[in-house]
Structures are given as C-alpha cells and as structure tokens.
C-alpha cells in the first residue's frame, strides 16, 4: 500500500527556514517524480514544487523560487522541501504527492505557520 | 498557468439526489504524449485530498461507480448519481498536463 508520511512542520518566525520531510513507502520512490503541493487555512490548494526521480530536474512555483528548494534521497525513501525566507503567506498544510501523470497519492499534510 | 475555473462553488443536495460539478480549463489538456492529465480530488474534512477520477473519465481503485467524469477539449464535469453522507467535501479539478498542477476553487458538496 503506498504511503507517504509528511513531517517537519512547525511555528516559524518571518524570514526563518524549515525544512519538510516526505517519507514513502510501499512503492519504488526512485522511479516516480513527486510533488509538493500546499494549502493555506481554508483555501485551496495551490502547487509548490516538482522534482524528477533522481532530482537532477526541478521546478517551482513563481512565488517559492529562489526561497524553496526540493531535493530527494532515494536510498531513504525521502523527499524533501528547505524553506528559506519564509513569509506569513507560507503559511499553510504542505502535502507531498505522488506524479503519476496525475497527483494519484498524496500525504496527510504537514502544518507550516509563520508568525512572529 | 492554466486556469482552472469551477461551477457551482457551493452545492447543497437532498441524500440520494444526483449532484453534478463544472470545470473549465484556460486552455486544452492534451500533453504531448498524447494523454490529457485532467481530474477530481475529493477532500473531506480535516482529511487530505484524494484521488476519485483520473484523465478526464477513469475512477481510481476503490471510488464507488456513483462517481463519474466526462468531457473534452476545455470543459468537464464530474457526476455523482446519489448523494451519500459520505460524499460531503469539497471536491476539486485539477490539471496537471503542465507545471504548476493547477486547481479549481472547489465545490463545497453538502447535504440539503
């Protein structure tokens, strides 16, 4: 059964860093791309990041680049978003999504808040 | 970016009734493999999303027969035939033929 478990997520002052974690298992991870993909309070969902399955290849939303980055370590199974610079409009439920052509599996979702 | 644009936002339905959602795209979905990258997410409360229809008219394993998509081209419409009190959410489009995945603004699904 295909499982991903996010984790990481925390109170955060603005201009601070985080970084998220995504945990897979019960699939090949290193042969699926993957998604970040967030949700602020009561809004709706919005896409972050993208990265190929060896991660040489990433992309990013207009509004994280330069600030997010997406790395993955297929030996544990794990995908990854450093937060850097991070705003009050971060602030949201960041899921990690599996890319099968569609977004077939996603996370149960881990809280960023960025408050001072 | 692709928008995605979805009608009703709010939909109250009587338990057994039929309910049917909108979604129309800024511009077509077919990638260049061929495939169109079109679907719905169901998202109940407090839960994550989940997958219910892929590519436009394929359910997921495990998402009952009452649900159903169609369309083509820029428009598509997801069906439920009767309403169950499971069904309450939000349920939303999404394209993913290109990046950003992009999504619809949700349709609130309650019981009437």
């Known amino acids: 059964e295909v499982h991903l478990v996010e984790s990481g997520g925390d109170l955060v002052q603005p201009g601070g860093s985080l970084r998220l974690s995504c945990a897979a298992s019960?699939?090949?991870?290193?042969?699926?791309?993957m998604h970040w993909v967030r949700q602020a309070p009561g809004q709706g969902l919005v896409g972050v990041s993208l990265?190929?399955?060896?991660?040489?290849?990433?992309h990013y939303a207009d509004y994280v680049k330069g600030r997010f980055t997406v790395s993955r370590d297929n030996a544990r199974n794990t995908l990854y978003l450093h937060m850097s610079s991070l705003r009050a409009e971060d602030t949201a439920v960041y899921y990690c999504?599996?890319?099968?052509?569609?977004?077939?599996?996603w996370g149960q979702g881990t809280l960023v808040t960025v408050s001072s | 970016d692709i928008v995605m644009t979805q009608t009703p936002l709010s939909s109250p339905v009587a338990l057994g009734q039929p309910a049917s959602i909108s979604c129309r795209s800024s511009?077509?979905?077919?990638?260049?493999?061929?495939?169109?990258?079109f679907s719905w997410l169901q998202q109940r409360p407090g839960q994550p999303p989940r997958l219910l229809i892929y590519?436009?008219?394929n359910r997921f394993p495990g998402v009952p027969d009452r649900f159903s998509g169609s369309g083509a081209g820029t428009d598509f419409t997801l069906k439920i035939t009767r309403v169950e009190a499971e069904d309450v959410g939000v349920y939303y489009c999404?394209?993913?033929?290109?990046?950003?995945?992009?999504f619809g603004q949700g349709t609130k699904v309650e019981i009437k």
């Open positions: 999504a599996r890319h099968n052509g569609v977004l077939d599996y």
């Open positions: 019960g699939f090949t991870f290193s042969t699926y791309w």
């Open positions: 990265t190929s399955r060896d991660g040489s290849t990433t």
């Open positions: 511009q077509g979905l077919v990638h260049s493999d061929g495939n169109t990258y």
């Open positions: 590519q436009i008219f």
């Open positions: 999404m394209q993913s033929t290109q990046f950003p995945p992009t």
